[in-house]
Every structure is written in C-alpha cells, then in structure tokens.
C-alpha cells in the first residue's frame, strides 16, 4: 500500500487494497466446497481542491476517484437492474464475483463527524445506501465427484 500526505490526511491511502482467501474442501467422497472471501480497503474519495494535491499524487487521485465512480456505477446498475460495466475499471473487474454473482456483500463505511469533511461523509452515506439496495443469492458451492 502507498501512503502520501495530503491537505485532508497527513497519512492518506494511495490505493485500494484487496485480500482474496479462497477455501477448497475435498471431502472423502470427492466432492468440493469452495468458498471464497473478499476483503477489500477503498482509498477514499478525496476532493482535489481540499487536498492541494499536485504532480504524481494528484494523478493518482484521479485515478482513484475514476475507480471509485465506476464502482459507485456498477453498484447502482446491480441495485436499480440494468446493464452493468464491470469491465470499466480493473476494480470492478476483480470484484465482480462480489458485487453480482453467488456472495454476500457487507460494508463498513467509515465517516467523519468534523465539518470540514461533511461532503465526503455524506457522500460515503449515499453509496453505503446503493450497496444496501444490492440483493444477492448466494448458494452453496459443491462440486459433486464423479461417481
């Protein structure tokens, strides 16, 4: 993970971060369970004017809130029906299983209560209400052997 500073956070996160765990049973009888869980860290969605960003660090932001508005696209498609772009961005590609496949979805939205970050706040509040609008059907995986 890359750490910059900027004007709204001496210690900001320059990336996402996603950790994949994937579980694989092979019972006795040869058939197989997989599950496999998704833990993802959002670089948050920073204002540019806010943090005075410049050169490389500002192209990164731009970066992120490219991915972060094509992940917020993609959440709203799978919540309101529609076509979905996954492939818009390598983030919606990789959690694409996640979003609208056989899973379960939970966010953890973090705020802040200081005025000085109201618009990213309530903005995080707008997307955590489209991700609750998402219904999947998760069902459990087994791969039957042979006989």
């Known amino acids: 993970m890359h750490v910059e500073s900027t004007g709204m956070n001496e210690r900001s996160s320059r990336s996402h971060s996603i950790l994949i765990l994937e579980y694989i049973q092979v019972n006795k009888d040869g058939s197989r369970k997989h599950a496999k869980l998704n833990l993802v860290d959002l670089a948050g969605s920073e204002r540019i004017s806010k943090t005075g ?3 490389r660090v500002l192209e990164e932001a731009k970066k992120i809130n490219l991915s972060l508005t094509v992940l917020g696209r ?3 498609a799978l919540g309101e029906g ?3 772009p996954f492939r818009e961005s390598t983030l919606t590609k990789l ?7 056989n899973s379960k979805t ?3 939205c973090t705020t802040s209560r200081k005025a ?3 618009d990213e706040s309530i903005q995080s509040l707008h997307f955590a209400k489209r991700v609750k609008k998402v219904k999947n059907k998760a069902v459990k995986s087994v ?3 042979p006989e």
């Open 53 to 55: 960003a410049t050169g």
């Open 82 to 84: 529609g076509n979905v």
């Open 74 to 76: 993609v959440i709203s």
């Open 116 to 118: 000085f970050y109201a």
């Open 95 to 101: 959690l694409k299983e996640s979003l609208g496949g």
């Open 106 to 108: 939970a966010l953890i």
């Open 143 to 145: 791969q039957l052997s």
